[in-house]
């Protein structure tokens, strides 16, 4: 289910949220699942369970999880629509990421390729 990328220098319980957030985003984690276990999750992964707390714990302050005492961790229901509209404010990095390329020289046609090539990762570039 989860993968721990270990050469990535980023911090592994954003690593997991990361990845959970993917699953919940693609509808594989739904509205109401249960999460793995702390203690599961921590053997699964190699990860001391303090650091899958610490990941469950900022998902449940986006609102994505929730905690039930005694029984775990749940996908909260509008998961996915909180998830989106995260995304949806980081469209602004895109449009300022965009004029930098623009200026550059780089033309829309290019950056509107990198857009699909990112929608469709394993389709082959045909030109």
Not at 65 to 93: H, N, Q, T
């Amino acid at each position: 289910m989860l993968y721990i990328d270990v050469m990535s220098r980023t911090p592994v319980y954003e690593k997991i949220c990361d990845q959970i957030e993917k699953l919940i985003g693609a509808g594989l984690l739904k509205e109401g699942e249960q999460l793995p276990s702390v203690r599961s999750l921590s053997i699964q992964l190699s990860v001391n369970p303090n650091t899958i707390q610490k990941a469950y714990g900022e998902l449940d302050s986006k609102g994505i999880v929730g905690s039930v005492p005694g029984k775990g961790c749940y996908v909260m229901p509008g998961a996915r629509a909180i998830l989106r509209e995260l995304a949806k404010k980081r469209l602004s990095e895109i449009t300022a990421i965009s004029a930098e390329l623009l200026a550059a020289g780089v033309t829309k046609e290019e950056i509107i390729d990198a857009v699909n090539k990112a929608q469709n990762p394993d389709k082959e570039e045909i030109k």
